[in-house]
């Protein structure tokens, strides 16, 4: 049963600019180029029929083409352990609403997803459990914080599949939507 999830991939030429921040920070799993995208819902272990159906029903969103810029690094955490070192999104009206049609078709497929607040980024790295990062992730944030890349045109959302790989996760496009006007 594959793992779900529906995002905005990140152009090549966005992708090799977060490319040159990763470095510097032991035990992190570096996210590879052509897997940085911007995650709009993530859907978890889908079934057959259901993933038709999400695949379906995505195709009657229509939205516009809209601009998006990366604007500044974080850490995502759990209490003292680092989950991830991310590329945030500049807020984006344009952005929150696609994410919220997403979620809505996501749920009337019967998939149950995480209520919590939309928080745009592009993951470049996560952490295993008992990360050893001592002051790396400091020193990380303070020679990233002014990053800036983009703006670049979200022409398309994808519907992607996730499977484990030898060497991480493999994504795959299962399904392309054009956003056109």
């Not at 793992?3 to 470095?23: H, K």
């Not at 983009?150 to 790989?165: I, M, Q």
Request: with cysteine; proline share 6%; aromatic share 8%.
């Amino acid at each position: 049963m594959p793992r779900l999830f529906v995002a905005l991939p990140v152009p090549e030429e966005i992708a090799d600019e977060l490319a040159a921040l990763q470095s510097g920070v032991p035990d992190a799993r570096w996210q590879t180029t052509e897997n940085l995208h911007v995650t709009l819902c993530f859907c978890d272990e889908v079934q057959g029929a259901v993933m038709r159906d999400l695949e379906e029903e995505l195709g009657d969103i229509a939205g516009p083409r809209f601009a998006l810029t990366l604007a500044g690094v974080e850490q995502f955490s759990t209490g003292k352990q680092p989950r991830a070192l991310v590329a945030l999104v500049e807020k984006n009206d344009r952005l929150d609403w696609l994410q919220q049609k997403v979620s809505t078709v996501a749920r009337n497929c019967g998939i149950d997803i995480e209520r919590r607040k939309f928080r745009p980024h592009v993951t470049l790295a996560r952490f295993p459990a008992g990360a050893e990062t001592g002051h790396h992730i400091a020193q990380f944030m303070a020679s990233h914080g002014t990053f800036r890349a983009g703006p670049w045109v979200a022409e398309h959302f994808s519907l992607f599949s996730s499977r484990r790989g030898r060497d991480g996760p493999i994504y795959t496009a299962e399904a392309n939507y054009a956003l056109t006007f």
